[in-house]
């Protein structure tokens, strides 16, 4: 059982390049989120969703975008990558987050 | 946004000491849950609280719904070296605004010296 995996693992851009972090789950949960995680600050909520076709705003959701045509997947795209987005991704996904997330091991992502 | 506050920020501790952390907010949720992270990975569930008051154990692990609902402890029994790594708590529902949405920590880093 894979749980949720995230790819790629490392990522160097440039400022204003775009790309896609994938992010993949198999047990089925319909709620699924990504978090950037900045030294000092925690984890952030970016965007997230309560099930297929249904995505909303977090916490810090500029610069990012999001959608879920499956259940299984969930990408996460930066539009035009600027120095402030370097920072560690986790996408999370669980029946619900009231019993509690279930991680992918992050992308590591530096824009220069 | 909001963000919950924890403290100690980090802590160095002997192997063998109890640890204990905690975590407040300004708002009040239903939901508690504590994290750990090992380096170069995903944080993992350690502890669910569901009610205030409530009192969970997980092995050395004991975690407390505060009363208020607006906070919650951690508390680590006889730390191992294992038990290094960064703690998160985090918050759900209550008065936040949506349950959809987790609110974490800023979490406790901790280390052990043997």
């Known amino acids: 059982n894979a749980g949720v995996t995230q790819t790629p693992k490392f990522q160097v851009l440039k400022t204003g390049q775009s790309m896609t972090l994938q992010c993949a789950q198999d047990?089925?949960?319909?709620?699924m989120s990504w978090y950037r995680q900045d030294p000092g600050m925690g984890l952030r909520l970016i965007h997230y969703?309560?099930?297929?076709?249904?995505?909303d705003q977090g916490e810090v959701p500029n610069g990012y975008n999001v959608s879920r045509s499956t259940t299984e997947d969930f990408p996460l795209r930066l539009l035009s990558a600027a120095p402030s987005q370097t920072s560690v991704y986790f996408c999370?996904?669980?029946?619900?987050?009231?019993?509690?997330?279930?991680f992918g091991s992050g992308t590591q992502l530096s824009v220069l | 946004g909001q963000q919950l506050n924890q403290s100690p920020q980090s802590m160095f501790i002997q192997e063998g000491e109890d640890v204990s952390m905690n975590c407040t907010s300004s708002?009040?949720?239903?939901?508690w849950l504590w994290y750990k992270q090992d380096p170069g990975e995903g944080p993992v569930l350690l502890i669910a609280?569901?009610?205030?008051?409530e009192l969970t154990s997980n092995g050395r692990l004991t975690a407390q719904f505060g009363i208020t609902r607006k906070d919650s402890f951690l508390n680590i029994s006889a730390s191992i070296p294992s038990d290094v790594g960064i703690y998160f708590c985090?918050?759900?529902?209550?008065?936040?605004?949506?349950?959809?949405?987790?609110?974490f920590g800023t979490g406790t880093r901790l280390q052990v010296t043997l």
């Open positions: 047990m089925n949960h319909e709620y």
């Open positions: 985090a918050g759900q529902g209550g008065d936040t605004g949506t349950a959809s949405k987790l609110t």
């Open positions: 708002s009040i949720f239903n939901t």
């Open positions: 609280l569901y009610k205030a008051g």
């Open positions: 999370a996904s669980s029946y619900s987050p009231r019993t509690g997330l279930f």
């Open positions: 969703s309560v099930g297929a076709g249904i995505t």
